[in-house]
């Protein structure tokens, strides 16, 4: 046939039409023929178009000029070409195919399915000339009957797959011999979770199947699909325009046509099914599209029921591991209490006592019951009636001689099993040996019970000698003071003071007695509150520096880098602690050091696990020493000449005080090489800081803080606003300030003055642009090394992740915009002290001027606009006419950067849009102008990590907020003196 039909150019329709006259008595057979649904066509042995009629140039889509020069072989389907013409050669030959079938691909590509007849003419020598062939379109038929079977394919399908990724390349497969499948994906929706989910996902783009891949809910393709809830055919240039329309990202290239169909169970959208076609837009039609509707509710179900398969396999498997594997007893019975199953663990048991194996379908009376005197077997009896009416039943079983003597006790559980239609019709029983902890529980109880006698006569004690000793103590301490108030010779004096001291140290032996009873009555409560970790150390060094000084000793602390600010602990317990443990150092040790050291060793969420060590260079302990240090009433000096006095309570009180804030108390040393004392504790951080802190800040007065120090300060800061209110709030604490508007210029300053007038500390602001605040700290630490002040990030920035990365990028310390002046102010005087510039007055003298300001008027509206308390420190600080000035500037900036943020987004510079944003929000906080800078922080967030969908719905309302600000402010500017 290969020869018979060549590709050989033929002549043309309208020279071979007359090859087949038809009479004009015949034309209404003529017309017929011309104008029959059926597609008839007339071709020579080398497959030349002789005639074709309407009918089949309008289903084949080819004009009679371009079948001049076609060929058969052109419109066959390739993938049918090889067994058409194989027909084609039969019926030559002389065979007769009553239903020739054939499959031609229009001119656009499109398959269409033929049937019909052919036959041949034949010329005056017998032989075969021309091919005469009349043809139906099939291809709805061959269509509606593809997908009917396809549909009946998919709902066995979860009887002959094996699993779910074998039902997803059957359905893949089986929808392939249909329509065009080279780019097919199922992906799955959960709407309780952020995630969908891609099982079977084929591209021809990637070199392999993607399988079991998860992708965060965007706004994809996919998507877009399901918020449409209805089945989509989008060609290339309508998911452009949705692009544009910022309706859906593109992940990965763009088809030229993308079928998709919800998965829906009921009203429920359980996933995506899709084709997409990378070639040509008309690869797929409405056709293909009710195609995929039609199979899809089919696919939802047999994937639901094949993850159902699974999750029940799944199941069974971890039934069948706990119920093997559990050390428990663990069997079921059914009506007629007879075994139905049951775990090695029972089975042992009744071998080990009956020496026989239990057997299903065997009443329980053979069995374990023969294990039990009349009474328990009357109670189980009546346990099993109890749970066969759908009560779970517990109850403890005593089994007496039955392992080798001795008893055995059993917690038994017996547990109805509820069928679907909710009756039962067997029981699950449970049992686990509890002859061990029957055995401790006697135990116990008998200790608690003599435990708890011996601790009530000694509270008792104590409470009676507290009364006792109290009394008398508070009559001689007060006479003791009134006594001091007299007028006393220079030795009566000398007696007074001697029983002074003498009547405190008794009072503190009494209060070290009573804080153990309390320990060890589980007594001690601890009142927990935020304080600031370090202010404990501080007060320690206050408590005993006098003391270390008489002693000729040093007495210092140290911190970790990592520690929190603001702790929730009890502060009086934990500085008790410190105190024992000082007081011991400094003790024992003359003419020496004694150092403290503070370490984070772990860290929780907000838990840290603390430990501070306290060395001393003392005399150390002796090993035998060593192990009676933590005893109550134990002293290493026991001798008569008592060189170090003492209770002996100390540390037995601070051990028990560390363990009930879920620490640890222990010692290192050596005899001559002194000893370092240590104990951790589990502290929780805070953010908060604590109240008389707050209410110190509010009385603390900035002007002429700084004064004595006069600190060299660097204030780097792109803004022009953030340097202003800095500068002045530091120039009123007594501070020089220069400032740099980048961090070029930040350089440039400190090469200027490093030699001559060098920077005591450089504040810097974190985004910048051009170079950053971390890049420049990195170069000015890499050019300037050792010579380089800390640095301080100053910044809006202000999770306590953000700081770590400061401090870890080269930042010494941090404080958070929006600016207080007392903090900042602080936090210089804090790292100031730190490089060794002398320290100023704690108390600064109050000058009794008149303040600058008084209180606003405030309306309910300006209250929720404006933070006063930052707008009073400001004008305090600095003057109205300051604040006008710095007000007026905002609303310049302001303007400007509302305009470029949406400028930004019309011309997707999102770049723009966020250092806009950023820093609007930063001057809006600084300034006090609260609700502003709320609405600015809420879409900041968002477009920080890249999300600029409801941009259009949010940036509104930071206008309408400016304009709010624009149309008050003065009004808050004429409330200021």
């Not at 779910?164 to 089986?174: G, M």
């Not at 290239?253 to 169970?265: N, S």
């Not at 498997?317 to 079921?332: C, G, K, N, P, Q």
């Amino acid at each position: 046939m290969s020869k018979t039909l060549s590709t050989e150019a033929g002549p043309s329709l309208r020279q071979t039409s007359p090859g087949l006259p038809l009479s004009s008595a015949s034309a209404e057979l003529q017309d017929l023929i011309r104008n029959t649904t059926d597609l008839i066509q007339m071709i020579d042995l080398q497959g030349r178009f002789l005639y074709v009629n309407k009918a089949w140039k309008d289903t084949i889509g080819y004009r009679s000029a371009e079948l001049n020069q076609m060929n058969l072989r052109d419109v066959i389907h390739p993938e049918f070409m090889e067994e058409t013409l194989s027909k084609f050669e039969r019926v030559k030959n002389g065979e007769q195919i009553p239903d020739f079938e054939a499959v031609y691909r229009r001119k656009d590509g499109r398959r269409v399915y033929l049937s019909g007849s052919v036959n041949c003419r034949y010329d005056e020598q017998g032989n075969p000339s021309v091919f005469r062939c009349i043809f139906h379109d099939a291809t709805a038929k061959n269509r509606a009957e593809n997908a009917q079977n396809l549909y009946y394919q998919i709902a066995n399908s979860t009887l002959s797959t094996r699993s779910l990724d074998d039902l997803y390349h059957f359905i893949h497969e089986e929808l392939g011999k249909v329509i065009d499948t080279k780019n097919f994906f199922i992906s799955l929706y959960d709407p309780t979770k952020s995630y969908l989910y891609f099982p079977y996902y084929v591209d021809e783009y990637f070199n392999k199947n993607i399988r079991f891949t998860k992708r965060k809910l965007g706004n994809g393709l996919t998507e877009y699909a399901i918020v449409a809830n209805r089945p989509l055919m989008l060609t290339e240039n309508e998911i452009l325009d949705l692009a544009r329309q910022r309706v859906l990202y593109i992940y990965g290239e763009i088809p030229k046509v993308m079928l998709c169909v919800p998965l829906r169970i009921g009203d429920r959208i359980t996933g995506i099914i899709g084709v997409k076609s990378y070639e040509r837009t008309n690869k797929y039609d409405i056709r293909d599209l009710e195609l995929l509707e039609f199979i899809s509710g089919q696919v939802a179900v047999a994937i639901e029921r094949k993850q159902a398969e699974a999750e029940l396999g799944k199941q069974t498997a971890r039934l069948h591991a706990i119920f093997e594997s559990s050390s428990h007893l663990m069997w079921t019975v059914n009506r007629r209490l007879q075994l139905t199953s049951f775990n090695d663990n029972y089975m042992k048991l009744i071998q080990s006592q009956l020496n026989m194996p239990p057997q299903v379908n065997v009443t329980t009376d053979q069995f374990a019951w023969r294990l039990m005197d009349s009474s328990n077997r009357k109670i189980m009896e009546e346990k099993y009636k109890i749970a066969f009416r759908g009560k779970a039943e517990s109850y403890e079983v005593h089994m007496e001689h039955i392992r080798h003597g001795d008893d055995i006790w059993l917690e038994v559980y017996l547990n109805p099993i509820l069928l679907a239609d909710g009756t039962i019709e067997e029981v699950a029983g449970i049992a686990r040996d509890i002859t061990p902890l029957k055995r401790s529980a006697r135990e116990l109880l008998k200790a608690k019970e003599e435990a708890e006698r011996s601790l009530k006569v000694k509270e008792r004690f104590l409470a009676n000698m507290s009364h006792e000793i109290r009394t008398p103590m508070n009559g001689v301490i007060g006479m003791i003071d009134l006594l001091s108030t007299t007028k006393l010779e220079e030795e009566q004096r000398e007696y007074v003071h001697t029983i002074k001291k003498s009547s405190e140290t008794l009072l503190n032996i009494l209060n070290d007695i009573l804080d153990l009873s309390k320990i060890e009555a589980g007594k001690m409560v601890l009142h927990e509150a935020p304080f600031e970790f370090r202010s404990v150390f501080d007060k320690l060094i206050s408590l005993f520096g006098q003391t270390a000084k008489n002693r000729n000793n040093t007495l210092t602390y140290e911190l970790g880098s990592d520690l929190p600010q603001y702790i929730i602990a009890d502060e009086t317990r934990l500085l008790q602690i410190l105190s024992n443990l000082t007081s011991n150092a400094l003790k024992f040790t003359e003419q020496g050091s004694v150092k403290v050291r503070v370490m984070n060793l772990a860290t929780h969420g907000k838990w840290h696990k603390i430990r501070v060590e306290v060395e001393d260079s003392g005399i150390g302990i002796s090993v035998d020493g060593l192990k009676q240090l933590f005893g109550a009433f134990q002293q290493l000096d026991n001798t008569t000449r008592k060189s170090f006095g003492g209770t002996g309570l100390g540390l037995a009180i601070s051990r028990e005080l560390s363990r009930l804030m879920k620490g640890e108390m222990g010692v290192e040393s050596e005899v001559g090489q002194g000893s370092t004392f240590w104990f951790t504790v589990e502290l929780k951080e805070t953010m908060i800081a604590p109240l008389q802190e707050k209410k110190y800040a509010d009385e603390f007065q900035i002007v002429g803080y700084l004064a004595k120090e006069q600190p060299h300060i660097l204030l780097v800061d792109d803004n022009a606003v953030n340097r202003k209110v800095a500068s002045e709030i530091l120039m009123k604490a007594g501070c020089r300030v220069e400032t740099a508007d980048s961090g070029r210029k930040a350089i440039q300053l400190v090469e200027r003055t490093i030699g001559t007038d060098p920077y005591s500390l450089i504040l810097m602001d974190i985004q910048m642009p051009d170079m950053d605040g971390l890049e420049t700290t990195q170069a000015l630490r890499k050019q300037f090394a050792e010579a380089l002040p800390p640095i301080l990030a100053m910044t809006a920035y202000s999770m306590k992740e953000d700081r770590e990365r400061f401090l870890s990028q080269g930042m010494n310390d941090y404080v958070s915009k929006p600016i207080r002046a007392e903090i900042l102010v602080l936090k210089v005087k804090e790292w100031v002290d730190r490089v060794g510039i002398e320290k100023s007055k704690t108390n600064v003298t109050n000058t009794g001027s008149e303040p600058v300001v008084r209180e606003l008027p405030v309306t309910n509206e300006l209250s929720d606009l404006y933070d006063f308390g930052v707008v009073n420190q400001l004008a305090e600080l600095a003057g109205k006419e300051m604040v006008e000035q710095v007000f007026a500037e905002f609303e310049q900036e302001a303007t400007e950067q509302i305009a470029a943020a949406k400028e930004g987004f019309v011309n997707e510079d999102f770049q723009m849009v966020e250092s806009n944003l950023h820093t609007l929000k930063g001057n809006a906080g600084t300034l006090g102008i609260t609700r502003l800078h709320e609405v600015v922080k809420t879409l900041e967030l968002k477009t920080k990590v890249g999300n600029f969908s409801t941009f259009t719905t949010e940036f509104p309302p930071i206008e309408t907020e400016f304009t709010h600000f624009k149309e008050t402010y003065a009004q808050v500017l004429q409330g200021l003196k």
